[in-house]
């Protein structure tokens, strides 16, 4: 079974590890700064709109979408972020906490980010992957255009990309919930900013909601960790964070580095970290396709069934999903012929 790979959700852009090394000297810096201010929130598409302007075959939505296919198998990266509201991202992430200083933490924010997706980009994920367009689709209460991201190693996931439209009528991606973390990208930068500013004002950050204070106190090792995991050292990367208290093994961001990490050093570190997973998370759709592709490499038939089928029932019918619930099916009925996982199914 190929490894699944996936950017942790701590640090997905390598932004923890850039932001903590600036905020140990924000103090003497805060004079200086003035504070960015998110712009105005232009609206999201509605599905209505996104479902009649599909239906009327309307030029410019055509346009976006077939750019986005064509820019992304091509690997066109520039042509691709050309098409991102990096505005809209930084503005739903960072908007206001109420704690002090954060002007100038917002700024640092921001500015870090913004030179992680310059030398990163937003999309490099989909990239060289076969991009499609499936339907329009609500996912977390806000709607938008589904794709399918799929790749010949038999990497597979799925992105719902929230629209906004200029004032010139030029529309952009506001924002991407990404099926396979069960989340939107600016919820992911919106955790990574809130430890952050719970850190920055220390004990005041425990009136910041959402936050583990102990994760907090943490926060400098596992930007240090998250560096390794970067490095490919996956292994001191695996005992360092076995090393952190248990409450803060338990929070999400540091669970999937954890993941991340046994999927690169061996199986039996992939199920124990699975299995831990499952403990905090009994959820299965906030993590549908790996945890659809754990439970196929147990053997474990009837769990992959559910997992499967209750994708289906959120994104819709796909081929791909289907193929995947007919190999399932397939070795449930059969598996005294069967040995392996299901090795096409994982997440890029």
Avoid: C
């Avoid at 990163?120 to 609500?138: C, P, Q, S």
């Avoid at 943490?218 to 952190?244: C, F, P, T």
């Avoid at 993590?287 to 559910?306: G, T």
């Amino acid at each position: 079974m190929r490894a699944a790979i996936f950017p942790t959700a701590v640090d997905p852009f390598g932004i923890l590890a850039r932001i903590v090394r600036l905020v140990a000297g924000m103090a003497a810096m805060a004079g200086f700064l003035s504070g960015a201010m998110a712009g105005p929130k232009i609206p999201e598409l509605s599905a209505a709109k996104l479902s009649a302007r599909l239906a009327g075959q309307e030029a410019q939505l055509q346009k976006f979408i077939g750019t986005l296919e064509k820019t992304l198998v091509s690997g066109d990266l520039v042509g691709a972020e050309a098409l991102v509201d990096r505005d809209s991202l930084l503005g739903r992430a960072t908007s206001t906490l109420g704690i002090p200083e954060e002007g100038s933490l917002r700024q640092v924010f921001d500015d870090s980010t913004r030179r992680a997706w310059n030398e990163r980009g937003v999309l490099r994920d989909y990239a060289n992957t076969r991009f499609r367009f499936l339907r329009v689709r609500t996912l977390g209460e806000r709607p938008g255009l589904l794709f399918r991201s799929s790749t010949r190693q038999g990497g597979m996931n799925y992105a719902l990309l929230t629209v906004n439209e200029g004032r010139n009528g030029e529309l952009r991606i506001s924002d991407i919930f990404v099926v396979g973390l069960n989340e939107y990208l600016s919820s992911t930068l919106r955790r990574t900013y809130k430890n952050v500013a719970a850190g920055f004002v220390k004990e005041l950050g425990k009136g910041v909601p959402g936050v583990n204070t102990s994760y907090v106190e943490h926060i400098q090792k596992v930007a240090s960790i998250s560096r390794d995991l970067q490095s490919g050292n996956y292994e001191v990367g695996l005992i360092a964070l076995k090393q952190l208290p248990a409450e803060v093994q338990k929070e999400r961001s540091v669970l999937l580095m954890r993941l991340e990490a046994a999927e690169h050093i061996s199986i039996d570190e992939r199920d124990e970290a699975y299995t831990t997973w499952l403990e905090s998370y009994p959820d299965e759709m906030e993590l549908p396709l790996k945890i659809a592709d754990f439970y196929a490499s147990q053997r474990r038939w009837d769990d992959a069934e559910r997992v499967l089928r209750g994708l289906i029932a959120k994104l819709g019918s796909d081929a791909l999903i289907k193929t995947e619930l007919g190999t399932v099916l397939f070795r449930k009925t059969h598996d005294e012929l069967w040995s392996g996982p299901l090795a096409s199914l994982s997440v890029r």
